[in-house]
């Protein structure tokens, strides 16, 4: 029996570093396909195809980003436990936001009530691209179940964060991700368009967040 132990235990750590080996990194799958697809889509846009460029955006979440892993990024807590990437324990929501970049009116009530319904088993995280003391003003409008973190990019720290969340794919993205780090969904939040009710806004918000807890399988 004494034998048998450290054997099992060896094979178990060598499929466990193969496996490890084998994960390609969200940052790695990026920087293959980013040329192409930015190409794509300036093409797309200067012939008007706007739909089109928005296919070419899913095709690569869903041929390419997906299945990748996050890589280890950092963030500044405001009100959260989670100031890395690394710390990530349970299936976690990130949503980008900015103070120059206005949410349509359905969106934070919308992730609140989520947060509020699902936060025992999800970890919803909000990404500010601002200073300290602009978040403290845009922060109160979140439910106390989201995690407000930040990054000051004039502080110069955490440009790889920056990089990769907010400037190789723009802005408005949430991005979901399992608890083992695996990146389920990357998605654009849905765009202001004042041909829409009150209503349809918030039907719109509620349709968007729902498809990304789908993506975790809890409903």
């Not at 349970?90 to 949410?103: D, V």
């Not at 990357?186 to 202001?192: E, F, G, Y």
């Not at 039907?203 to 809890?218: D, E, G, H, P």
Request: net charge neutral.
């Amino acid at each position: 029996m004494s034998r048998i132990l450290p054997f099992f235990f060896l094979i178990s750590f060598g499929l466990f570093a193969q496996e490890e080996s084998n994960k390609r990194f969200f940052s790695e799958v990026l920087s293959l396909n980013l040329d192409s697809y930015n190409t794509k889509v300036d093409e797309a846009l200067v012939r008007g195809e706007f739909s089109y460029a928005k296919s070419l955006f899913d095709s690569l979440v869903k041929n390419h980003l997906q299945g990748s892993f996050i890589d280890p990024l950092k963030f500044e807590p405001y009100n959260s436990s989670i100031v890395s990437t690394e710390e990530i324990e349970k299936p976690t929501i990130i949503s980008t936001y900015a103070s120059w970049c206005i949410p349509n009116k359905g969106e934070i009530p919308v992730l609140n009530k989520m947060a509020q319904k699902y936060g025992d088993m999800i970890d919803f995280v909000v990404l500010f691209w601002d200073q300290k003391k602009t978040v403290r003003k845009l922060a109160k409008q979140f439910d106390t179940n989201i995690q407000i973190v930040y990054v000051d990019e004039v502080q110069n720290g955490h440009m790889q964060t920056v990089k990769l969340l907010k400037h190789a794919l723009g802005m408005s993205l949430s991005f979901v991700i399992a608890a083992d780090g695996e990146i389920l969904d990357i998605n654009r939040r849905p765009a202001n368009k004042m041909n829409l009710s009150e209503n349809q806004i918030f039907n719109q918000n509620i349709t968007f967040l729902t498809r990304q807890i789908a993506a975790i399988k809890l409903i």
